[in-house]
C-alpha cells in the first residue's frame, strides 16, 4: 500500500445492538453504522476521524476501544441525560431479511454534527447511514471541492424524507446502495438502467451491492464487478455493508489518486473486511483485524476468481 494517507472523515452512528440470528444472540454489543466504518476503514487508514454522537450509557473503554485503532473520537458527542441509540433485530432463517423488534433513538434524536476545523479539509468524506438532513449538515461543514464524498443510505430514508436524500446525492461523488435500493431509488430493474438514471442525480460512480452475489461499480463508460468473499461460517450480516463502505474508503485513502481503477481495487478490500464482520456478533471480528489478516484472504480470493 501507499503511504499516502488521506484523511477520512465519518459520520454515522455509535450505538448500542442486540441481534438474533439462527446461530445465536449476541445480547447487548456495540454497533452502529459509524462504529462499522470507522473500525473497517481503520484497518487501512491512518488518519480516521468519527462524527457521531452518544449518550451516558456509552463508557469510557467503549470510546478508548476506538482510539486504540487510531480513531479521533473528538467530535463523537455524549449527551448528558441521554442512552445511545438502540436497535434490537431478529434475522429470518435465509439471513436475508429481518425484523426490527425495538429502535430506540435516544441521544441521535438531538444530533447536531460539528465539524471541527482539523477535519473541515478531509480527502474522503464518508456520509453512513443516517437522516439525509444529517448529512446535508456535514457537507455544508467541509470543503467540498477538497473532498472525495461517500454516501450511504437505505430505504426507509427513500419512503419518509425523498427530497432531502435527492439534495444529499447531489452532492455526492460516490453512492454506494444495494440492488433493492437502486431500484427504489430509480425504479429501474437494470441495474446499469438505474446507474445512469443515479448520475443525473449528481454523482459520478455508483457501487451497487448485491448481498451474496458481491457488488458492481459504474461510471459513465465502465463498469465492473466482484463476487462476494466465500464465507465458511455466516453468524451475522450486520453491519457487513458498512464495512464494505468502510474498508472501500480505508483502503482508497492509502492510495495516491482516487479514479475507477483504485476504486476497483479499494472494492476488493471492502469486501474481504466484510466477510470477517459477518463471522462474528457485532463487530468484535472488525475490531480486532489486521492487515496481515487481510492479506492471506486476499490470497484465497485471488485463488477463488482464477
Known amino acids: 500500500m501507499s503511504q499516502k494517507n488521506k484523511h477520512v472523515l465519518i459520520t454515522g452512528t455509535v450505538a448500542f445492538d442486540d441481534i438474533e440470528t439462527p446461530k445465536g444472540s449476541s445480547g447487548k454489543i456495540i454497533g452502529g453504522s459509524g462504529t462499522y466504518i470507522a473500525l473497517a476503514a481503520s484497518v487501512f487508514g491512518k488518519k480516521i476521524s468519527l462524527i457521531s454522537v452518544i449518550g451516558n450509557d456509552f463508557l469510557d473503554k467503549d470510546i478508548e476501544m476506538f482510539q486504540s485503532k487510531n480513531i479521533n473520537t473528538d467530535m463523537i458527542e455524549k449527551i448528558s441525560g441521554e442512552k445511545s441509540f438502540y436497535w434490537k433485530g431478529k434475522y429470518n432463517s435465509n439471513f436475508k431479511t429481518r425484523d426490527t423488534l425495538i429502535t430506540e433513538l435516544n441521544a441521535l434524536e438531538k444530533f447536531n454534527p460539528v465539524v471541527k476545523d482539523s477535519s473541515k479539509n478531509a480527502e474522503i468524506v464518508v456520509l453512513g447511514n443516517l437522516h439525509p438532513s444529517v448529512q446535508l449538515s456535514v457537507l455544508d461543514q467541509i470543503e467540498k471541492k477538497n473532498s472525495f464524498v461517500i454516501l450511504d443510505t437505505m430505504n426507509f430514508w427513500m419512503d419518509t424524507s425523498m427530497d432531502e436524500l435527492i439534495l444529499a446525492i447531489s452532492k455526492t461523488d460516490l453512492i454506494v446502495i444495494n440492488d433493492e435500493e437502486a431500484e427504489q431509488l430509480t425504479s429501474e430493474k437494470k441495474l446499469d438502467s438505474a446507474a445512469n438514471k443515479i448520475f443525473n442525480m449528481g454523482p459520478k460512480i455508483v457501487i451497487i451491492k448485491k448481498g451474496d452475489k458481491g457488488s458492481e461499480i459504474f461510471n459513465s463508460e465502465k463498469r465492473f ?61 472488525v475490531q480486532n483485524l489486521n492487515f496481515s489478516q487481510i492479506e492471506k484472504r486476499l490470497e484465497i480470493f485471488k485463488a477463488y476468481l482464477g
Open 225 to 285: 464487478s466482484i463476487p462476494a468473499f466465500p464465507v465458511n461460517c455466516l453468524i451475522d450480516p450486520t453491519g457487513a455493508g458498512d464495512c464494505f463502505v468502510g474498508g472501500l474508503a480505508g483502503y482508497l485513502s492509502t492510495q495516491e489518486q482516487i479514479d475507477f481503477d483504485s476504486l476497483k481495487k479499494s472494492m476488493v478490500f471492502g469486501t474481504l473486511v466484510a466477510s470477517y464482520c459477518v463471522e462474528s456478533f457485532g463487530a468484535k471480528r
